[in-house]
């Protein structure tokens, strides 16, 4: 008796189990179930999967001011594409929706879950990807093109990832995180050409960033982090080029980051900026600038600030640290002992540190002795043998 109850319960677990939800197929010869995407998520369960066949997709909805291509209300749906080379939404004209502000996904009304895989959005001029779900997976995917062009908008306070991904020519921002975003991550992806490739904002944003590649001549900073955010940076390469006073990295209003084992190269801007920060910790990168490694601006009143373990190196007329702003009376000291300059005579390191010691109305310190006795780690390489790791 008590082996046949037993059973009776192992079968009402199974049969109360989640069930596999319907693949819709969506294809342009007419072979699938439908061949408009839109009319696929019309169709669709939460728990559906929508595969995507080859050709590009340009079918889209107006709602007031926007066209939207994919629109989904309040569903958990995965998306996956036959590829990012071969499924493609979005226009092949960038200025084809005219005034009309187009959007390639729109979710709204937070879903448990959205998956996109294997495919492209193109030549969006408002946002590429415009998602307010709950957890949110993209994976394998291209975003690029678009007068002003956003890619991916968004808040997941359940967490999720962007991974493997190419940006490419966003005139817009790259990734745009808002809090409630936690235990996101960004890897594995490429940034090219993009204004603002992740920016962390608002309050209760956490997100690790890793492995990542960015290269860029427009816009503001390639990272940055504000309004109470965290983020996290491991082994990526940032590449800023021709914006002058621009940053590669930069935090404010209370913005936290850590930066580790990176290579972070600025012509024109500065590696760093800083001004009103939270915690920021930065230690075993490359930070090489024409202009300013460090820019420092408004005093930390969120955390601490150290620097170890990095080697600078400036070129040119550069710094290593310049100040942005001088209106504040209380002195800061900052930590950036223990890291290589490039040189082991002193008096040069001090000559090219822009602080308190040199002007009055410059109210932080930078303490920047002892010094390491040389290359740190990796970085006993000669700096073209660096640049020559990212070209």
């Known amino acids: 008796m008590r082996i046949q109850t037993t059973m009776l319960v192992l079968l009402a677990v199974l049969m109360a189990g989640p069930s596999y939800g319907t693949t819709w197929r969506v294809e342009k010869d007419g072979s699938g179930d439908f061949t408009v995407i839109q009319d696929a ?18 079918e889209y909805t107006q709602v007031g001011i926007y066209d939207v291509y994919v629109l ?37 009304n937070h879903p448990e879950y959205t998956r ?31 007068h002003d062009g956003r890619g991916v908008l968004g808040h997941f306070s359940a967490g999720g990832f962007i991974r493997n991904c190419q940006f490419r020519n966003l005139p817009g921002r790259g990734i745009g995180l808002h809090g409630p975003t936690h235990d996101f991550v960004v890897e ?17 944003v956490d997100v690790l960033i890793q492995n990542c590649n960015f290269y860029t001549s427009i816009g ?25 006073y621009s940053s ?11 930066v580790f084992d990176s290579t972070i190269i600025s012509y024109g801007g500065f590696g760093f900026r800083l001004s009103d920060t939270g915690e920021i910790q930065v230690h075993g990168n490359i930070v090489i600038s024409d202009n300013a490694c460090l820019f420092k601006g408004y005093p930390n009143e969120w955390g601490t600030t150290s620097f170890s373990n990095n080697h600078f190196l400036r070129e040119g007329a550069g710094f290593f640290v310049k ?19 490039g040189t082991q005579d002193l008096g040069e390191i001090a000559e090219y540190i822009l602080d308190g010691n040199d002007s009055p109305n410059i109210h932080y310190f930078i303490n920047f002795e002892p010094i390491a006795d040389g290359p740190v780690s990796s970085e006993s390489i000669s700096l073209d043998g660096i640049k020559a790791l990212y070209r």
């Open 41 to 58: 998520v019309d169709a669709a369960s939460s728990g559906d999967v929508i595969a995507i066949g080859p050709g590009r997709y340009e």
């Open 72 to 108: 989904v209300d309040n569903k958990s749906l995965t998306f996956i594409g036959s590829g990012s080379g071969v499924t493609i939404v979005g226009p092949e004209d960038p200025e084809a929706n005219g005034s009309q502000e187009a959007e390639g996904f729109a979710v709204l």
């Open 116 to 146: 996109i895989v294997d495919l492209a959005v193109e030549d969006m001029n408002a946002i590429h990807l415009d998602i307010s779900a709950y957890h949110f997976e993209m994976e394998n995917c291209k975003i690029s093109g678009g």
């Open 188 to 204: 594995d992806c490429l940034f090219e050409e993009v204004a603002g490739a992740i920016r962390l904002q608002w309050s209760e």
């Open 220 to 244: 503001g900073p390639v990272i940055q982090s504000a309004g109470g955010s965290s983020g996290t940076v491991i082994n990526c390469v940032i590449e800023k080029t021709g914006s002058p």
């Open 248 to 258: 590669a990295i930069a935090a404010a209003s209370g913005g936290s980051l850590s």
């Open 323 to 341: 100040p942005l702003a001088n209106n504040w009376t209380e002195p800061e000291y900052v930590d950036m002992t223990n890291n290589y300059w």
